[in-house]
T-cell receptor
Framework: SQQGEEDPQALSIQEGENATMNCSYKTSINNLQWYRQNSGRGLVHLILIRSNEREKHSGRLRVTLDTSKKSSSLLITASRAADTASYFCATGPFFSGGYNKLIFGAGTRLAVHP | NAGVTQTPKFQVLKTGQSMTLQCAQDMNHNSMYWYRQDPGMGLRLIYYSASEGTTDKGEVPNGYNVSRLNKREFSLRLESAAPSQTSVYFC??????????FGPGTRLTVT
């Protein structure tokens, strides 16, 4: 399986603190994506980082990718209670056809307390 | 622009019954996917379709069939439902090598 694995499984922090989640994967990838899922809802795409990129920012989100270690991290700075959700990484394995077969990890459950 | 739509939102089946979950996207994406999510778990890929007319098995295809009717629509069929198929089912679409867009999910209970 090319499933990503998130670490930690659960994270509890106070508002204003930073939250860091990690993702490891097993095989070569075309890109890696991070998603958020609020309880009982569908997944929302946060950020995509391609295999030739090392770091990407979007608002309070910072994603890094280390293809030599087959790992990625998602940093949420100055967290808010509204950031409480599960966060998943998904790997897009490289295929010659150039399409994605997104494989998800089990996710990190983030709780941000006021 | 509705994105990805799924029907129904909720369904209760008895063991052995069949049903089809419908999914449609209006973003002109080539790739479409069906996932299932069990409580406290990540998403597991059931089937995917890289383009109209093609489908491939994912991680957990047993007990399911799919049909890519056209570029917009990708349906998932349970021929003989089992309690182990109780789950939340998500449909998604993406452009080639791009980000996934997810539907709101279908909560299926098999008794």
């Amino acid at each position: 399986s090319q499933q990503g694995e998130e670490d930690p499984q659960a994270l509890s922090i106070q508002e204003g603190e930073n939250a860091t989640m990690n993702c490891s994967y097993k095989t070569s990838i075309n890109n890696l994506q991070w998603y958020r899922q609020n309880s009982g809802r569908g997944l929302v795409h946060l950020i995509l980082i391609r295999s030739n990129e090392r770091e990407k920012h979007s608002g309070r989100l910072r994603v890094t990718l280390d293809t030599s270690k087959k790992s990625s991290s998602l940093l949420i700075t100055a967290s808010r209670a509204a950031d409480t959700a599960s966060y998943f990484c998904a790997t897009g394995p490289f295929f010659s056809g150039g399409y994605n077969k997104l494989i998800f990890g089990a996710g990190t459950r983030l709780a941000v307390h006021p | 622009n509705a994105g990805v739509t799924q029907t129904p939102k909720f369904q209760v089946l008895k063991t052995g019954q069949s049903m089809t979950l419908q999914c449609a996207q209006d973003m002109n994406h080539n790739s479409m996917y069906w996932y299932r999510q069990d409580p406290g778990m990540g998403l597991r890929l059931i089937y995917y379709s890289a383009s109209e007319g093609t489908t491939d098995k994912g991680e957990v295809p047993n007990g399911y069939n799919v049909s890519r009717l056209n570029k917009r629509e990708f349906s998932l069929r349970l021929e003989s439902a089992a309690p182990s198929q109780t789950s939340v089912y998500f449909c998604a679409s993406s452009p080639n090598s791009g980000s996934g867009y997810f539907g709101p999910g279908t909560r299926l209970t098999v008794t």
